[in-house]
């Protein structure tokens, strides 16, 4: 009776019968974190690699780790829901350690098969960045994996950035510390201030695709994307443009 209510009220109706299918969010929820952990247990996962292209050579210098969900996972429900949810229960931290080293140890296969220049582009979660020992976890996980940190950059949304700032950068200065890049990722549309930016040890920013996208077609959203490239080199920053079909 009280899952109808709570279904009924959800869905603006006045009143649902029990039929046996009404949805119970809370047991949804632990399904799926049970689903996700023995996903991650059977190494479930799998990374698609997006190529990152310098503009003035048409070469790729760089690959971008994506995670893709088991499909029986990743079918019915939204990427930002099960995003949400490993969040929520804290099994990002293992699924991204899980992509670290799998990235990583795809990255050393690269370099021995010749590709020496290539670098590594990884997103950290809002979880990994706020863990007190982060910087020092990161780095035995590329010492582990034989990887470089001057071969990695590392992803972070302008959110965490101003976390991070409220901390003085202690995650970001050590990630720079093992010699690692940052990129302020979809920046534009974020938290981080001016004086965030220029007092960061940032390397690069990555404007948003919601800009890029159209700004062959809407002059606004050039002009934001013209600033945006401005401002980069101003502070001596490298811009990456990240567009819908492509980065």
Known sequence: AGAAMQDARSNGERYRFHSGTVRLPALQRKDLEVELQAALKQEEFTLNYLPVINAGTSEVHA??????????????R?????????????????????????SCRQLRRWQAAGFDELRLSINLSVQELARADAAEN?????????????????????????????????????????GASLTVDDFGTGACSLTHLVHSPVDAIKIDNS????????????SACAAAIALARELGLTVVAAAASGT
């Open 78 to 102: 939204s990427i930002a829901k099960v995003v949400a949810l490993a969040e929520h229960t804290g099994l990002i931290l293992p699924i991204g350690e899980w992509v670290l080293r799998a």
């Open 63 to 76: 690959v971008e780790a994506l995670l893709r969900w088991p499909q029986t996972l990743f079918a019915a």
């Open 211 to 222: 800009f890029v996208g159209s700004a062959t077609s809407r002059s606004a959203d050039r």
């Open 138 to 178: 990161i780095g035995a996980i590329l010492a582990e994996c034989g990887v470089d940190a001057s071969c990695v950059v590392f992803e972070i949304t302008e959110y965490m950035l101003f976390r991070d700032a409220l901390k003085d950068y202690r995650v970001c200065s050590g990630l720079k510390a093992l």
